[in-house]
Structure formats: structure tokens, C-alpha cells
């Protein structure tokens, strides 16, 4: 009986004959995917992730049965991963595209306020997700400008920066912050001026910044004085918004683009096989680099990605070795309950005539243990994912929201909601909701799911899954405008944020920000129980549209707080915006604090409460307000 690998090695003999007989017609494609490469590679750089793929006849003649012994191989060499990126660079003229692109967020986390600070809004109930801020019960720990600092706020009396660190020198971007008792956690990137060359036979086609993503983790018993007592650091980009934290483990997810045009013009003979072999350190057991070997990358064989994705899982308080499972794919969104963790990728179709032919959205769940992460299943639904609050546990089913077709200018577009069993099956869908729009928001409560779609008019879905194998639309309500952002209030009513929208013939434009309050009382009959506009004009912005984590919620102290900005002449009225909210009088502006100001640094990026104070964070100061008569009571410069 063979083995796995020498199954696998097979494939690829007789794959490599199919190849020669197929070369003149190969380097004709290849000519085409240059050129393409050579218009497309500064916009792929920054917001895609872009591949090409052919699968080898031998492979498309086997038996399914046959595939599934080759499910989630190990790559095992370098000969073995020439092969299969020389694969996934080849086309047969329809064009597939990864996007890496995070639109307008949705959904805000379940997160419990506790009476005396602020939490970082959460998606799920006990899993932390990093921010520019957090909070405890004494202190404020901050990301601004590449320095990480450590305000007192046990009273507005005493309130002062007591600590900061600078990351310039080591050209380190802090991008989010983890705080457990006397320990913090900082996830961010470094970037050096050497660059890795792309090139092809004729010409080098891009240079692209040699990256590296790392975790440092500090002592924080003293907050007066920081010290670094552990770091991680990765070869590859750290994919924003994609790290979590239970209990007192993180994980987090890191892209490495692997060049595959450079392996496509060159021969085997001509390349290094280390210089594709992923790199990191781990501190806690050495300083030196390592590699991530051949025999410990895992082929995802159906993923059109040309990237490492790289998933860490540490123990903020252990010295044991960061568990790092590689594979050979990519992520865009991640949704993690407290057993599991579920990275989605959506991919688009395309044909010579760049139409779209197909949309799906590729996943893979991973168990997650004490600090471990174990590879559990793979699937894909129809459709594309808005973003993370697409997605959502309940015991052991999963549910996500889709949209197919062009999403750019809604033509030809429905909606779709998949329940997925444990092993990422398909048991139940709604397919063809509110044909002609997207989806800009999801929330999903316990049996029901809330969803906004939106092209004219902005519905509001109530969809029941307590039939997990048969979803059942139970109502709709509309109005103008749509919501990107869905916060439940309580179990039968749920704040929407987003725009209000004015039609001017057959288009429609934003015409502000507002908040509304659905009802969904009565499951079949969902009302809006109340709406604000929300700022001074149509022009008024806010950081909430695209970031959950800009806001706080209280129910218990009956206020939402956010950032906006609006144009005022040449300058800037940056303020945060606190409304009081109850069931009875619905929304009331209790009022505003900030600067007016052309300075950028003086925007507000976050507001925050400990004890009876507001403190809102600029780049350059902190302000200090007392919570009932908003009246600023101190200005810190940081």
C-alpha cells in the first residue's frame, strides 16, 4: 500500500510530464499574468491579495475518494512546494482574486460593561479582541504614534502619563494591545528598508517591504516603569482585527506573500530553498531565528492564495514555545467563540472580460486549547463575507451571511444564510434574500439572526434558525438610510448606527449619520422604535462606521459613546459624542467633548470611562470629564 507521500509525489511526476507537453501554450499564459501582474501590483500590495490557479488534469481525473487522502498534507519538501506554486500560477483564462478588503463593520460584541470602566467592545462574551486602548480599574494604556503610554486615571485629581515607550528606534508600529492583571501584550509590525524583488525573465516587476509581524509581552506590575520580559517575531504582515484573546492565551493570524512569479521563471535548480521557508524567534526559548520546515506547512490544495498563513497561539503569563501552525492559503476575516476559531477568505470569480462568474467564501475551523490550535475542518459557502460579525457559533452549528454577485454596483446580487454543521457541512440556507442588494450589517442573538441589506431602502431582516436544518424569514421593516453597525440593547431590542440617505431621482446619496432602535418584540413585525440624526451635517464622519471598537456601551448607566468629525471652514469640530438612551425617550444627546481645530493630532480617536470620568484620547492629550456634567476637569499632554 502506498504511502500518503509517495501518492502525492506521483501526482506530481505525472503532473510534471503533463507540463512539458503543455509548454509552449504555458508560456504564452505566463506572458499574460506578467503583464497583468506588472498594472495590478501596486493596488494588490495595499488591499488584495492576488493568485491564479489551474488545476493539473491528473488532479481533476481523480477519484473524490483519492483527493480526501491527500486532505491537509503536510507540503514535506521543497520539490513538493516548487510544484505546487508553479500550479497555483498557472490559468486556464478564468481569473480568481482573494480580497483582503474589511468594509464597514456590523455587529458589536456581547460585551458586559462593568460599573466602574469601559470595555472594548467584543463580538463574543469572555474573548477579548485587541484595540488602540484598554482599561482597568486604575489605568488607561494607549497606542498613539508609535509609543505605547500608561495614563493614571484612578482620579481626575490625580490623573497623569506615568510611563512611555518609544518604538521609533526600533521601527516597531504597535497596532493593538492586550491587558491581563500585571501583564500587557503589544501585537504590531516591523518594516526594513531591504526589499525582496519580484522578477521575471526579462525584467523585475515590484519590490515589496521585508515585513515582519511581532508580540512583545511586558511586566506591568510597576505601571511606572514597563519591562519586556518576552517577544515573538514573525516573517509576514499581521492581517488587522485577526487576534483574539481567552482566558490567558492570544492568537493571532500573520500573511507572508511567497513571490510565486519568481518560482514560476525559474527552475528548481536556479532557487534557494530556505528563502521560502518562513522565519521567527521566540524569545522564551531562544534568540536565534528559526525556520518553519517543509514537513510543518500544511497545504490548503484548494485555496488560490500565493501566501503563508501563519496562526500563533502564546500564554501571556508561560515561558513555553509558542504553539505556530503554518499553511499554504490565506485569511481575511476571523470569528472566534471560546472552543473555536473560524478564518474565512472570500474569492471572486472572473472571466477574460473581468464579469464575474462566481463568489465563495473558503473556510477553515481550528479547535482552540490552552495556548494550542488544532486544524479541525475546511468548507466554503456560496457568496462573499461583509465581514466577521457575518459569522456566529451556536453549540455546535455555524452561521454565516453572504452576498453574491457584483457587490460594487449591486448588480445582480442576493443574499444568503448557511447553517454549517461541526464539520463545516451545509444543513440548512435561506438562498436569494433582497435580490438586487448587500448585506452591510448582521447580528446574531441566540435562535435569530438580524440582518440589514440595502440598496434603496434599508430592511431589516429577522431571520429564525431555531431550526437549524430550516431558516424561516419571520419580518422586515423598512426605512431610509441603512445601518453598518447592529448593537443589541437587550434580548428584544437593538441600536442600529449608520447612514441616513436622501434619493435624488435613481440614485441615492448619504445624506448623515444616524441611530435607530428596532423593536423586534413581535419576531413577524419588527418596528423602529426610535431615530436621531446623529452630528451637524451630511458630512459628519465617524471611525464607528468601520471599527466596532470605537464605541462604548452601558445599559446599566444608560449611555453610548462614540467619535465623530465634521468640517467647520478650514478646521476640524473633533469631539466625542455621548447619548443617553433609554426605552421610553429613546435617544438624547447628553453632549459633546473635544476641540475644534486643523490639527490632527488633536482629533479624538477614543472615548473611555473609569469611575465618574470620560476620558477622551488624541494623539496629542487627554481630556478628563466628569460623567454628569461632561465639564472638562483636566487636559493631559501625552
Request: charged share 25%.
Amino acid at each position: 500500500m502506498k504511502t500518503d507521500k509517495q501518492f502525492i509525489d506521483e501526482i506530481y511526476k505525472k503532473y510534471d510530464e503533463y507540463q512539458k507537453e503543455e509548454k509552449i501554450k504555458r508560456q504564452k499564459v505566463m506572458k499574460k499574468i506578467i503583464n497583468m501582474a506588472a498594472v495590478f501590483v501596486v493596488a494588490i500590495s495595499s488591499v488584495v491579495v492576488f493568485s491564479q490557479k489551474k488545476t493539473p488534469k491528473v488532479l481533476q481525473e481523480m477519484k473524490k475518494e483519492e483527493i480526501a487522502k491527500i486532505d491537509l498534507e503536510t507540503v514535506g519538501n521543497f520539490e513538493n512546494f516548487y510544484n505546487i506554486i508553479k500550479s497555483k500560477n498557472s490559468t486556464n483564462g478564468e481569473t480568481k482574486y482573494s480580497f483582503n478588503l474589511q468594509e464597514s463593520i456590523t455587529d458589536v460584541a456581547k460585551s458586559d460593561m462593568l460599573e466602574t470602566r469601559s470595555n472594548t467592545n467584543i463580538q463574543v462574551e469572555n474573548v477579548d479582541e485587541g484595540d488602540i486602548v484598554k482599561t482597568d480599574d486604575k489605568y488607561i494604556y494607549y497606542l498613539s504614534k508609535q509609543r505605547l503610554i500608561i495614563i493614571n486615571a484612578e482620579s481626575a485629581e490625580t490623573s497623569e502619563k506615568i510611563a512611555e515607550i518609544n518604538f521609533e528606534k526600533e521601527n516597531f508600529y504597535p497596532m493593538e494591545i492586550y491587558v491581563q492583571n500585571n501583564k500587557l501584550a503589544l501585537i504590531g509590525s516591523v518594516s526594513y528598508n531591504e526589499t525582496v524583488k519580484m522578477s521575471t525573465e526579462t525584467r523585475d516587476i515590484s519590490e515589496a517591504p521585508n515585513s515582519k509581524t511581532g508580540i512583545i509581552i511586558y511586566d506591568i506590575t510597576d505601571r511606572s516603569n514597563p519591562k519586556e520580559i518576552r517577544n515573538v517575531m514573525l516573517e509576514g504582515t499581521y492581517i488587522t482585527s485577526m487576534s483574539r484573546m481567552i482566558d490567558e492565551n492570544i492568537y493571532f493570524a500573520v500573511s507572508k506573500n511567497i513571490y510565486g512569479y519568481d518560482i514560476s521563471c525559474k527552475s528548481i535548480e536556479e532557487l534557494n530553498e530556505n528563502d521560502y521557508m518562513p522565519k521567527y524567534i521566540d524569545t522564551a526559548i531562544s534568540n536565534e531565528e528559526k525556520c518553519i520546515s517543509y514537513d510543518k506547512i500544511y497545504n490548503l490544495d484548494e485555496t488560490e492564495d500565493l501566501n503563508y498563513l501563519i496562526l500563533v497561539g502564546i500564554n501571556i503569563n508561560g515561558n513555553n514555545e509558542a504553539d505556530i501552525q503554518t499553511f499554504l492559503g490565506a485569511g481575511t476575516y476571523l470569528y472566534s467563540s471560546e472552543r473555536n476559531m473560524y478564518i474565512a477568505t472570500n474569492e471572486a470569480e472572473y472571466d477574460e472580460n473581468y464579469k464575474v462568474i462566481n463568489t465563495k467564501t473558503k473556510l477553515m475551523k481550528f479547535e482552540l486549547n490552552n495556548g494550542k490550535i488544532i486544524y479541525k475542518a475546511k468548507g466554503e459557502v456560496e457568496g462573499r463575507v461583509n465581514n466577521q460579525f457575518s459569522m456566529d457559533e451556536n453549540g455546535d452549528n455555524f452561521r454565516i451571511a453572504t452576498t453574491i454577485g457584483e457587490i460594487w454596483s449591486n448588480q445582480n446580487t442576493s443574499n444568503n444564510l448557511y447553517v454549517l454543521n461541526d464539520k463545516l457541512e451545509e444543513i440548512g440556507k435561506i438562498e436569494g434574500l433582497a435580490e438586487g442588494e448587500k448585506i452591510y450589517s448582521v447580528r446574531y442573538m441566540g435562535s435569530k439572526a438580524y440582518v440589514v441589506t440595502f440598496k434603496q431602502t434599508d430592511p431589516f431582516w429577522v431571520i429564525d434558525l431555531s431550526d437549524a436544518t430550516n431558516p424561516q424569514i419571520l419580518g422586515e421593516v423598512q426605512l431610509p438610510g441603512y445601518s453598518v453597525y447592529l448593537h443589541p440593547y437587550d434580548e428584544k431590542h437593538i441600536i442600529g448606527f449608520g447612514y441616513d440617505t436622501k434619493e435624488n431621482g435613481t440614485r441615492v446619496t448619504n445624506n448623515g449619520l444616524k441611530l435607530v432602535m428596532f423593536d423586534v418584540s413581535d419576531f413577524t413585525n419588527p418596528q423602529v422604535l426610535f431615530q436621531i440624526a446623529v452630528g451637524d451635517s451630511k458630512y459628519t464622519y465617524s471611525e464607528l462606521l468601520y471599527n466596532h471598537k470605537s464605541a462604548i456601551f452601558s445599559k446599566e448607566k444608560g449611555i453610548m459613546a462614540f467619535p465623530i468629525n465634521s468640517s467647520s471652514g478650514l478646521k476640524t469640530n473633533s469631539r466625542a459624542v455621548i447619548y443617553k438612551i433609554d426605552l421610553e425617550n429613546g435617544f438624547s444627546l447628553q453632549g459633546e467633548i473635544g476641540t475644534i481645530s486643523n490639527n490632527y493630532e488633536e482629533e479624538v480617536k477614543r472615548i473611555v470611562f473609569i469611575n465618574d470620568n470620560y476620558y477622551t484620547l488624541s494623539c496629542s492629550q487627554v481630556r478628563v470629564a466628569d460623567m454628569d456634567s461632561l465639564n472638562v476637569l483636566k487636559v493631559i499632554d501625552i
